[in-house]
């Protein structure tokens, strides 16, 4: 049985990749894939100054190696994806 078969609709394949991966779906340029509480994070952090991304990038980072709560590591995992692409839009 294929995954596509098994996961069913396209939005429970999405789900089970980011939950798997700790990848984020979301774009911080179009907000396409965020949920409302990465938007805010988003919002919040590119009115940051660059030491600061890079800052928070490293501190997450060191994070998500800890011991936590599977929903808690989700959030360090989407905060570092948007972190991430803050850095490169900024060629840090």
Known sequence: MAM???LGDEGRMEDYVVEVSGASLCN?????????????FVAKMSKASDSEVSKQLA???????????????????QRVAIL???????NL
């Open 28 to 40: 911080i340029k179009t907000h396409d894939g965020c949920t409302d509480k990465e938007k805010e």
């Open 59 to 77: 501190r997450l980072s060191k994070m998500g190696d800890g011991s936590m709560k599977p929903d808690l590591k989700q959030w360090v995992k």
């Open 4 to 6: 596509c078969d098994e």
């Open 84 to 90: 991430k692409q803050l850095a490169k839009e900024s």
